[in-house]
């Protein structure tokens, strides 16, 4: 988790830049959150988060970083996918590790195996969790959070089913 923090103006560039354009109180939505590092950037900079976060030891080192950051109340963590649809099922790891990433959700259905680290991983040799997942434009409508003005998406191959289910969130 410490590698996230020294990376944060190195890989991805832009988003830093990005996150400080955010005008106090609007609304934030990290999809792909990790373990919260632009999340906890945005809290900090006073922007209302939520990020969500499927992967469970992510999850629960994205919650500690809103408890030592002291953002309760401005960041809010769910442990759950962003599809285009509700569904349960299940997250295929990478790797079962903090601030792991290219976790595949439900049946993989745009390949069988996946390449991880220059390696072919048969998705059924891989650990995995259970997992559900809602839509964005669900979550908005049962007023679960308000309307996004700012979303960022890191999902590892799994963006069009994301932004699938945020067709009727204003600016997508």
């Known amino acids: ?17 990005w996150v400080n354009t955010f005008k106090p109180d609007e609304v934030f939505v990290d999809i792909g959150a990790n373990v919260g590092t632009y999340a906890i950037y945005g809290g900090i900079i006073g922007a209302r988060v939520f990020a969500f976060e ?11 970083n809103i408890f030592v950051n002291d953002l309760h109340g401005r960041v809010t963590a769910y442990c759950m ?3 285009d649809q509700a569904d349960v099922s299940v997250l295929h790891l990478s790797a079962f590790v903090i601030a792991g990433s290219h976790h595949d959700f439900q049946d ?16 059924d040799a891989r650990p995995q969790q259970g997992c559900v997942s809602y839509s964005l434009d669900e979550l908005v409508a049962k007023q679960v959070l ?23 969130v204003q600016g997508l």
């Open 108 to 123: 993989n259905w745009w390949e069988a195996d996946r390449n991880i680290g220059g390696r072919l991983i048969k998705r």
């Open 54 to 64: 499927p992967e469970a030891l992510n999850y629960a080192e994205l919650n500690k």
């Open 146 to 168: 308000p309307q996004p003005n700012h979303i960022k998406i890191d999902v590892d191959g799994f963006e069009n089913k994301a932004v699938g289910g945020a067709k009727a």
């Open 81 to 83: 996918a962003i599809s």
């Open 1 to 17: 988790p410490h590698s996230r923090a020294r990376t944060l103006l190195d890989k991805e560039p832009l988003t830093v830049p």
